[in-house]
């Protein structure tokens, strides 16, 4: 086999190749994804009105048996297993021979690892063929980056712990009273919701020692009376946000909240130096389990405050924050406590589903203004709102709200204006 690598057609440099059980190397010292995975060599490695359709995903809890939890287990570890060899083959095949293989090249020699790996025979033919698209997605993602000058990101290997999930793309599963999983069994599913519009995918999550089913479902818009108001909404981290009408929204901190449980935690880790022993494993799962309740307080929190937002207001104009630049000052622990990013996300595809209209206006001297239009300067500690022009006096979160309303108000006028004038 052997051959010139500047001759070889693209279509021949990774051809199937149906091995034994004998170790082997084939052409240009490049093992092909087959081999690499064989029993002698593997790898443990901004919205105006609503949509007509929408993506959703509903999540529930799964109770599995322990034989089900061992499938499910071994479920994911073959499919890390082969992400992490398909990931291999593609950077071999561009260092050894240049050769740029795509989803359909990989997916193509399936049905001969099937037959090298019965652990791998035994899933789901879909659950592997979403592997090989993950890691068509990623490379995709990587080339879009180097194009747009960011930084690449360049796809890397999944441990066992960092690779928890696995996709049934159309076929394989059925809701009933369980959730029956091809190749799995039938689960016991916790239904807290209804299942509503199509079902497209399946995907069954791993998070902190349970198991999760996500529907992904294509759902109808739900829109909501029309209503004539709107409001702004200036986020800070003295309170949570601050409505135009004076409504102010506090703060929970719910990580401040968390922290004497979170310093606990985390020094029984420090103390277990052997990172191999089931104390120290115990013990990480403890302190996730902590930042997972902190997770689901805030996340509880904002889905409650963003749909009384939604429901109480027709427009809704919010502040086009960069927070990852906030993020690095000295306020970075509040501000990532606030998670505000998270929020206006809420309430933005919440808007869409509702027929609402969400609009973001330009940050740039929200609190140095006065709704007047007049020029008010202030410092950081200056908390309060005096206007020598109009006389307003208020807050300076609620003198801020309004002249995020304000500017809203102006953008949607001037948008308007231009329609008019073209048509």
């Known amino acids: 086999m052997v051959r010139s690598r500047w001759t070889a057609s693209a279509s021949k440099i990774f051809p199937r190749y149906f091995a034994t059980k004998t170790k082997w190397t084939c052409s240009w010292n490049t093992q092909c994804l087959p081999c690499r995975i ?9 919205c105006t009105g609503f949509a007509a359709m929408s993506r959703k995903t509903f999540k529930y809890r799964l109770y599995p048996t322990r034989q089900q939890r061992e499938r499910l287990q071994t479920t994911l570890d073959v499919c890390r297993e082969l992400y992490n060899a398909s990931l291999q083959e593609r950077r071999e095949g561009y260092k050894n021979c240049r050769a740029m293989l795509n989803y359909y090249t990989q997916a193509n020699q399936l049905p001969a690892i099937k037959v090298l790996r019965p652990d791998v025979a035994a899933l789901h033919s879909q659950v592997l063929q979403d592997v090989l698209k993950r890691i068509d997605k990623a ?6 980056r180097v194009q747009q000058g960011q930084k690449p990101g360049f796809p890397r290997f999944q441990g066992r712990h960092r690779y928890d999930s696995f996709t049934y793309p159309q076929t394989g599963f059925d809701l009933g009273p369980q959730l029956q999983l091809s190749k799995i069994g039938n689960v016991k599913i916790k239904l807290h919701r209804q299942l509503l519009g199509e079902v497209k995918t399946l995907t069954i999550k791993r998070e902190n020692g349970n198991w999760y089913a996500c529907f992904s479902c294509v759902v109808e818009p739900e829109p909501l009376p029309v209503l004539d108001n709107s409001t702004g909404i200036d986020v800070g981290l003295e309170t949570f946000a601050t ?70 207001y027709q427009t809704i104009f919010v502040e086009d924050l960069r927070s990852k630049g906030l993020s690095r000052g000295i306020l970075a622990k509040s501000v990532h406590d606030a998670s505000w990013a998270s929020f206006l996300d809420k309430i933005s595809y919440k808007a869409e589903n509702a027929g609402r209209k969400f609009i973001k206006v330009d940050p740039r001297g929200t ?30 979160d609620h003198a801020a709200a309004l002249e995020i309303q304000r500017l809203g108000r102006s953008l949607q006028a001037s948008t308007i204006l231009e329609i008019e004038c073209v048509a």
């Open 38 to 46: 064989s029993l002698d060599n593997s790898i443990d490695q901004v």
């Open 139 to 144: 490379f995709q993602a990587f080339f879009r």
């Open 367 to 396: 609190s140095q203004r006065c709704p007047c239009g007049a020029a008010n300067r202030k410092k950081l500690s200056d908390r309060e709102h005096v206007c020598a022009a109009c006389g307003l006096v208020t807050s300076r």
């Open 243 to 312: 409505l135009s009408n004076g409504k102010k929204i506090p703060n929970p901190r719910w990580y401040r909240a968390e922290q004497k449980r979170l310093r606990r935690a985390q020094r029984k880790v420090a103390r277990r130096t052997n990172k191999q022993s089931n104390r120290r494993r115990k013990a990480v799962a403890i302190l996730a389990q902590v930042h997972r309740d902190i997770f689901n307080q805030r996340n509880d929190f904002q889905h409650k405050e963003s749909l009384k937002i939604i429901q109480q």
